[in-house]
């Protein structure tokens, strides 16, 4: 099969042995793969994929087709539209995944939208409902609402009856979010809009000591994205006069029960509102596999709202 | 009615009018009143009873015996023995309380030991259950051990199948706080006992920072006491990296249904264990009403495992 590779910080498409399922796995012809900071990360040597999982291939997340079953596999059949969070090698031709980790893809949903749809829904889903255990009626602010994870969450959110305010750093992107359903903000000044019973800190450390002040009684912070910075200051005395919390989470590193449990919240919580049109998947841009440098400098330029997804083998 | 009094930080023992029950409340008769460290902040100014309570009285818990009841008070009758958390106005031969937040005082117990039950009992079961769902199994770090919220946890907890492990400044109390169960350490160095799945933080933030890098995969810090200080650094990180929580927490601010589920949760799962020995209450000395001022000279200096407790018109 051919797949993305990284070799010294350089990505090529290159020639890889065909994987093969084994126990209880579904080899998926993959369709579709989406980008995510991750990958930009591991490009960089900064954060290797797990062990168990391809350490040359990146890539995250899958849509595509089942091609074939390992022993005792039997939730999908050949030629199922299946995707799932993969723990890295998501960016080939072919990929393998535990069945139990595989989500069925809605009708409703082309290729590009679902290669972009697992990681963001489930990083969102499981920090704003497993984690955060938003209500409705509660106030949720998102910081970094313009992106993946981001819009996922504001739509997620208000499909669950909570008020969203999301900060978001570039002027062009506001009507855009705020087209989604938050009340679309600048990051200055953000305790102003508050209190908040939740808060989700997808940007990092500097907006966390205005985040504690911020909370409502009882309100939940959960820090999922670092990129502006990792050490805060933190008081303690303000965090108990509002008898606070503070979570910190991260996917990548679960096994699989984890993994399986988070997928099958999502079948059952999250596909349906595909299926009706309360939630989409915006895709920014979509590239063929060969031309994965582009897709990763897309990425890394920014600026627009939306996945990047490479398409493969259509 | 005689009761203490706090007067630009000098306490008195002075003359009140009687209080009186309205509609759900009970007029109780104190035999017993714990002290509690917030009794020596609101000594020095530092920390008001909540709106609604008697604000010159100190005492946030008391037990007696049920003198009269209010208009559709129900649940407890005339001579009954009970006990409660209070605002403040504990510290007096009368006390009002709502009959929900009133406890039963099981046969076994005297004056003393009901006394100085409820405050630490209810502040550790809330942090260790309520707060960070302690499991069986489960290994807890109590940072201050020797106090009275951390001699209650660690009973609480090895009670609950916990393992416990608890810091203990005076090398003198750590033989006593290994008799309640614990694995008692100096403060220094804890970090090689770990990983811990839950942490009590009663110290302060000079802990927090290893705190975090100690806590086991899913693990939680729950911060209810800050006297050694109350701002620290957090590396968001580290706690990503464990998918940690850390919660803030306090009791008296809490409107009377929380504090009533609070009571309502110590008469299930904690009152039989003291019917059963299983848990008990160190109480270090008492004192009569006459001598407060030498009862909290006495909590002031410390050094003593245990609570120290106002006897009432006995």
Known sequence: MRAVTIKDGTLRVEDHPDPEPGAGEVLVRVKAAGLNGADMMQRRGLYPAPPGWPQEIPGMEIAGEVAALGPGARRFAAGDRVMAIVGGGGQAELAVVHERELMPVPETLDWSAAG??????????????????????????????????????????????????????????????????????????????????????????????????????GGRVVVIGVSAGVKTELNLLALMAVRGRIHGSTLRARPLEEKALAARRLEHEVLPLFATGALRVPVAETFPLADVAAAYEAFAAGGKLGKIVLLIDQ
């Open 116 to 217: 972009g749809l697992p990681e963001v829904f489930v990083t969102a889903h499981d920090a704003l409902f497993t984690q955060a255990q938003l209500r409705p009626g509660e106030h949720l602010l998102v910081h970094g609402g313009a992106g993946g994870v981001g819009t996922a969450a504001i739509q997620l959110a208000r499909a669950a009856g909570a008020r969203v305010t999301a900060t978001v750093r570039r002027e062009q992107a506001r009507a855009e979010v705020a087209a989604l359903g938050a009340e679309a903000i600048a990051p200055e000044g953000f305790p102003g809009h508050g209190p908040f019973d939740v808060i989700l800190e997808l940007v990092g450390a500097p907006n966390m000591p205005e985040n504690v002040t911020a909370l409502a009684l």
